[in-house]
């Protein structure tokens, strides 16, 4: 019996060993997820988290989402399968900055002593919100951070972002030291390149200002000496009063903008509205709080700011 037993275990290890070898061929063991329970399971607020920790994480971790695709990042709540995600998770991945009005509410439910929490903005360089926009704040009916959130859209701080989600993961799971640190130099040098591509492309260019739809782009602004003007705030809130609309033709006409990009959740017809009346074209800018590989999807955005620039 035992030998048998001995012989069934011996079987099973070549298999395994065999399908190891083989997982770049046949993607179908992978599907089954032979060795699923040795990943790390980690949850990610959004999108760019998601990007993030993929990018580092890779195969070693398995992950959720909790903002789905097709929802406003500002705007969500978790729902209770959100919060079981977080109790079985290892690491919780944030953005922090008050991007997520919810986090601390749901930290305070969550049964889970040994979740590693990373708010991934610790260590990075913020931007104050602007006075008027805190005033307008207070109007609002929930209650932001005093920075603005949107250092994912900086590749300067993305990669103080993705340090802290590298060091989490090694701190839960220490043997995969070096492919955690592989990965993520990766990611770094290649975030670097297309830093350095596209600081050239834009110190060439005199022209500096763009439109968009909510006000995103203020670390992608610092990074490269630009300057934004939107029809939403920070937190994409603000109505498109009368006056405002009037104040951005104005802004359009004077700077000479030929073109206002637009999210497809931040106020499309509002962009439209503007870009006809100021004879611009509208085009989609990505904030990646969706959708979007991140190195991909912020080489499409650059390259549609440095077309409108130029
Ligand atoms: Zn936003």
């Known amino acids: 019996m035992l030998k048998k ?21 046949d993607k179908s063991l992978e599907a089954n997820n032979i060795d699923s329970s040795s990943k790390i399971n980690v949850v990610v607020s959004f999108n760019p988290m998601k990007e993030l920790a993929e990018a580092i994480g890779g195969d070693k971790i398995q992950m959720s989402v909790m903002v789905p ?31 997520e009005g919810w986090v601390d509410g749901a930290l305070k439910s969550v049964n889970n002593k040994s979740l ?33 959130p949107h250092i994912w859209l900086s590749i300067k701080e993305v990669k103080i972002q993705a340090k802290n989600i590298k060091e989490a993961l090694i701190k839960v799971d220490e043997k995969n030291k070096d492919y955690y640190e592989s990965n993520y130099n990766s990611f770094i040098s290649k975030a670097d390149d297309l830093f350095k591509e596209y600081e050239t492309k834009f110190n060439s260019i005199a022209n500096k200002n763009f439109v968009t739809g909510h006000a995103a782009f203020g670390y992608l602004c610092r990074d490269f000496n630009l300057s934004q003007n939107s029809v939403e705030d920070v937190f994409a ?3 498109a009063t009368a006056v405002k609309i009037k104040d951005l033709v104005e802004y359009c006409k004077k ?37 979007g590989d991140y190195l991909e999807t912020m080489k499409q955005n650059y390259e549609k700011i440095y077309n409108s620039l130029k």
């Open 5 to 25: 037993i001995t012989g069934i275990f011996a079987a099973l290890v070549l298999c395994l060993s065999m399908a190891a070898c083989n997982s770049q061929k």
């Open 69 to 99: 695709s097709g929802v406003e990042a500002h705007d969500f709540e978790p729902k209770p399968r959100d919060m079981e995600a977080l109790n079985k998770a290892k690491v919780f991945v944030y953005n922090g900055l008050g991007m």
């Open 116 to 148: 590693e929490l990373v708010d991934a903005s610790k260590g990075a360089n913020l931007i104050k919100i602007e006075k008027h926009e805190e005033e307008h704040k207070e109007n609002s009916k929930e209650v932001h951070g005093e920075y603005d």
């Open 237 to 239: 809130e603000g109505e």
């Open 255 to 291: 700077n000479n903008i030929k073109t206002i990009f637009m999210e497809e959740m931040a106020s499309p017809k509002v962009s439209e509205t503007l870009a006809k009346e100021v004879g611009a074209k509208v085009e989609v800018i990505n904030t990646l709080e969706n959708e």
